[in-house]
């Protein structure tokens, strides 16, 4: 395994409407990108989230902490998907940022 990927995304929504939210987009992801990714496993405690991800034929773990003012993912990839975590990057903040828009 490789070091573990962290992501922060900043809000400005108070962290019960950006867990609500973040619930939202994570059952939009699963019907917008099934053939991807399959998620295997997903626990709340509180505004934590653990997580087991399915991509490529690879299993990847993590965890979202929903602060006040920020998304806090961290990730660990296989060797595999770690190659590609200049293209994740990117990809998790604009989709995680335009999931926690003002509305």
């Known amino acids: 395994m ?3 990927l ?3 995304i900043p809000h ?3 962290r019960q409407e ?3 939210r973040l619930k939202d987009g994570l059952g939009n992801a699963r019907q917008n990108y099934s053939q991807f990714l399959t998620v ?4 709340w405690s ?4 653990r997580f087991r991800v399915r991509a490529l034929g690879q299993s990847a773990g993590g965890v979202i902490d929903v602060l006040d003012d920020q998304l806090r993912l961290e990730v660990t990839l296989p060797w595999l998907l770690s190659k590609l975590t200049d ?7 604009k989709s995680g940022t335009l999931m926690l828009e003002k509305k």
Not at 40 to 43: C, G, H, I, R, S
Not at 87 to 93: E, H, L, W
Request: proline content about 7%; glycine content about 8%.
């Open 2 to 4: 490789s070091a573990p």
């Open 6 to 8: 962290v992501v922060t």
């Open 12 to 14: 400005r929504l108070g």
């Open 18 to 20: 950006a867990a609500r």
């Open 40 to 43: 295997e496993d997903e626990v």
């Open 46 to 49: 509180g505004d934590t989230l």
């Open 87 to 93: 293209r994740f990057v990117p990809a998790i903040q």
